[in-house]
T-cell receptor
Framework: QQQVKQSPQSLIVQKGGISIINCAYE??????FPWYQQFPGKGPALLIA?????SEKKEGRFTISFNKSAKQFSLHIMDSQPGDSATYFC???????????FGQGTELSVKP | NAGVTQTPKFQVLKTGQSMTLQCAQD?????MYWYRQDPGMGLRLIYY???????DKGEVPNGYNVSRLNKREFSLRLESAAPSQTSVYFC????????????FGPGTRLTVT
């Protein structure tokens, strides 16, 4: 059972453009929503995370938008750079257990 | 400070063979996790250990066993490998009192023929 659905599966963006990746979840008990970034041959690394008591969190060029009523959250990458080319995973967890439920992943390619 | 380390990096097994994947962390984290990553499936939790001395099943535990050897080490064992276990395996650890960030190791790429 896939509790976190992520789209699109792949994304091509021109340098300087905006990359947008979307996720939807089912379990209203989720209380933590991170995004992980993974480069080829490496393990995922935390990029940015949000809790459901805020609707937006921004860190540099990366922004999470969170819509609790729609059970959706998205990652926006402003001024996308070739170095942002990677696979991005959204995830969710609940009850402070640390167990993460991951989305299927989005392979982002930023063209120069 | 090496973070999370995993051995081996690559492994090829024949169907029916057994092996143990090793994971160690030097961040004094309480909780450790094993995930598998398959194309189009994201990362799926196999087993986890919330604290030293405890282990619990995740989403896809069948065909695997784990041992939390001490606070630092958490191993994953395949008793009789099957082609369906061909995957990339990641170990992660977390100190939840610092905000839930999971730190991942570099992964083990396993092929079962």
């Amino acid at each position: 059972q896939q509790q976190v659905k992520q789209s699109p599966q792949s994304l091509i963006v021109q340098k300087g453009g905006i990359s947008i990746i979307n996720c939807a979840y089912e379990n209203t008990a989720f209380d933590y929503f991170p995004w992980y970034q993974q480069f080829p041959g490496k393990g995922p690394a935390l990029l940015i995370a949000i809790r459901p008591d805020v609707s937006e969190k921004k860190e540099g060029r990366f922004t999470i938008s969170f819509n609790k009523s729609a059970k959706q959250f998205s990652l926006h990458i402003m001024d996308s750079q070739p170095g942002d080319s990677a696979t991005y995973f959204c995830a969710a967890s609940h009850n402070q257990g640390g167990k993460l439920i991951f989305g299927q992943g989005t392979e982002l390619s930023v063209k120069p | 400070n090496a973070g999370v380390t995993q051995t081996p990096k690559f492994q090829v097994l024949k169907t029916g063979q057994s092996m143990t994947l090793q994971c160690a962390q030097d961040m004094n984290h309480n909780s450790m996790y094993w995930y598998r990553q398959d194309p189009g499936m994201g990362l799926r939790l196999i087993y986890y250990s919330a604290s030293e001395g405890t282990t619990d099943k995740g989403e896809v535990p069948n065909g695997y066993n784990v041992s939390r050897l001490n606070k630092r080490e958490f191993s994953l064992r395949l008793e009789s490998a099957a082609p369906s276990q061909t995957s990339v395996y990641f170990c992660a650890s977390i100190e939840k009192y610092r905000g839930y960030e999971q730190y991942f190791g570099p992964g083990t790429r396993l092929t079962v023929t």
